[in-house]
C-alpha cells in the first residue's frame, strides 16, 4: 500500500491517511484481516510525524474499520470492505455535489453540465483502456 501525502492540497495529513485506507480497502489493495503498516513504518513510508498515524489509525478504529489484533497490530474488519466501498462513493458524490452547485451558482446550463460530465466519463474509461493495453 502506497500512500500519496501532499502536505499542500488542505487536506488535513491524518485524513489524507484515512482516506486512503479506505480507499485500499474498497478497492481490494488491501484484504480482510490483512495488517496495516505499524505506526512507525507507516510514519516512515508517507515521511509523517507518528502522531498523525496514531490519530489516523484511531479514527479507522473508530470507524470499524481497522482492529488492534493483540500483539501482532493493526488488521482490516471484516465489514470494513463494505463499509469503505460505502464511505467512497458518499466522498465522490459529496465532491460531484460541490461541483455541480459551483455550476448552477455560476448559471451553468443543466445539458453543458451533463455534457461535460459525459465527457470526463469518456476521457476515463479511455485511459483505463489504454493503462490495460
Same mark, same amino acid.
Given at each position: 500500500?502506497?500512500?500519496?501525502?501532499?502536505?499542500?492540497?488542505?487536506?488535513?495529513?491524518?485524513?489524507?491517511?484515512?482516506?486512503?485506507?479506505?480507499?485500499?480497502?474498497?478497492?481490494?489493495?488491501?484484504?480482510? +484481516?490483512?495488517?496495516?503498516?505499524?505506526?512507525?513504518?507507516?510514519?516512515? !513510508?508517507?515521511?509523517?510525524?507518528?502522531?498523525?498515524?496514531?490519530?489516523?489509525?484511531?479514527?479507522?478504529?473508530?470507524?470499524?474499520?481497522?482492529?488492534?489484533?493483540?500483539?501482532?497490530?493493526?488488521?482490516?474488519?471484516?465489514? +470494513?470492505?463494505?463499509?469503505?466501498?460505502?464511505?467512497?462513493?458518499?466522498?465522490?458524490?459529496?465532491?460531484?455535489?460541490?461541483? !455541480?452547485?459551483?455550476?448552477?451558482?455560476?448559471?451553468?446550463?443543466?445539458?453543458?453540465?451533463?455534457?461535460?460530465?459525459?465527457?470526463?466519463?469518456?476521457?476515463?474509461?479511455?485511459?483505463?483502456?489504454?493503462?490495460?493495453?
Amino acid at each position: 500500500m502506497i500512500l500519496h501525502i501532499d502536505p499542500s492540497n488542505g487536506i488535513p495529513i491524518y485524513e489524507q491517511i484515512v482516506r486512503q485506507v479506505k480507499f485500499a480497502i474498497a478497492n481490494g489493495a488491501l484484504q480482510v +484481516a490483512e495488517h496495516v503498516p505499524s505506526v512507525r513504518d507507516m510514519a516512515r !513510508i508517507s515521511a509523517v510525524n507518528p502522531n498523525t498515524v496514531v490519530r489516523a489509525y484511531r479514527e479507522l478504529q473508530n470507524d470499524g474499520i481497522l482492529k488492534s489484533i493483540r500483539g501482532t497490530g493493526l488488521a482490516v474488519t471484516a465489514e +470494513a470492505p463494505t463499509l469503505c466501498r460505502r464511505i467512497r462513493l458518499e466522498m465522490i458524490q459529496q465532491r460531484l455535489r460541490s461541483v !455541480i452547485e459551483e455550476a448552477a451558482q455560476n448559471q451553468v446550463d443543466w445539458d453543458e453540465i451533463r455534457q461535460l460530465v459525459e465527457r470526463e466519463i469518456q476521457h476515463q474509461s479511455e485511459r483505463s483502456r489504454e493503462s490495460k493495453s
